[in-house]
């Protein structure tokens, strides 16, 4: 079965702190992983994609890793505003074409 | 000039109805798709179409009827709604089919909010 679980649910951080949100997958058979950012009433934003050949993706301040071996990806917000604060989703794309979600880290950064 | 636009945002209605949802976008994908995110936030795909072909059909109950016109377009039509139909529709593209290139990120719409009454 092809789950994709996120913990914690939900965090809350002071501004200027790094943000560490943890993504595991079953079934190592992946072509891709994303992260996504989902803001209230409002559809979902790719922010990173990671191929499964690479191990990881930069885009300004946020760092996302893969290991694809121990099922595992996290997503890295360096220094913290209060405008990061939404809900992150990790999708892993299976050789089936199915894009498993997780259920999103909830976060909040407090000024 | 929105990329990936759905119509209506809200949308509330009674038990029974058939009601369409409207999906377009703007950035010449050959792929679009229709997501489903319950109350538990969980996202879960129903359908996916390339260039006008349906590719994914999820065990999803056959009330519900995409149709495609053209590969900009993909409306999702529901007949008989039920109560367990409510939650957040969301529209969505790429430019290839996930897989063929394996880097081919998701453009979401807004999402619209169905409530079955």
């Known amino acids: 079965k092809q789950e994709v679980t996120q913990i914690p649910a939900a965090l809350s951080v002071p501004e200027g702190e790094n943000l560490v949100l943890n993504c595991s997958f079953t079934?190592?058979?992946?072509?891709?992983l994303q992260w996504f950012r989902q803001d209230p009433g409002k559809g979902l934003t790719s922010l990173l994609l990671?191929?499964?050949?690479?191990r990881e993706q930069t885009s300004g301040r946020l760092n996302a890793s893969l290991d694809k071996s121990s099922g595992r990806s996290t997503l890295y917000i360096a220094a913290s505003q209060p405008g990061d604060s939404a809900t992150y989703l990790c999708?892993?794309?299976?050789?089936?074409?199915?894009?498993?979600f997780g259920k999103g880290n909830q976060v909040v950064v407090i000024p | 000039d929105t990329a990936v636009s759905q119509t209506p945002k809200y949308l509330v209605t009674q038990m029974g109805n058939d009601k369409s949802i409207k999906c377009e976008q703007n950035l010449g994908h050959d792929t679009m798709y229709w997501y489903k995110q319950d109350s538990k936030k969980f996202l879960k795909i129903m359908f996916s179409y390339n260039n006008k072909e349906l590719i994914i059909n999820e065990t999803v109950p056959n009330r519900f009827s995409p149709k495609s016109p053209d590969k900009a377009h993909l409306n999702l039509h529901i007949n008989s709604l039920e109560l367990g139909d409510s939650a957040v529709y969301f529209c969505?593209?790429?430019?290839?089919?996930?897989?063929?290139?394996?880097?081919?990120?998701?453009?979401f719409g807004s999402g619209t909010q169905l409530s079955v009454l």
């Open positions: 969505a593209s790429s430019q290839d089919f996930p897989g063929d290139l394996a880097n081919e990120k998701l453009f």
């Open positions: 990671i191929q499964s050949s690479q």
């Open positions: 999708a892993v794309l299976y050789g089936n074409n199915r894009l498993a």
């Open positions: 079934d190592s058979a992946i072509y891709n």
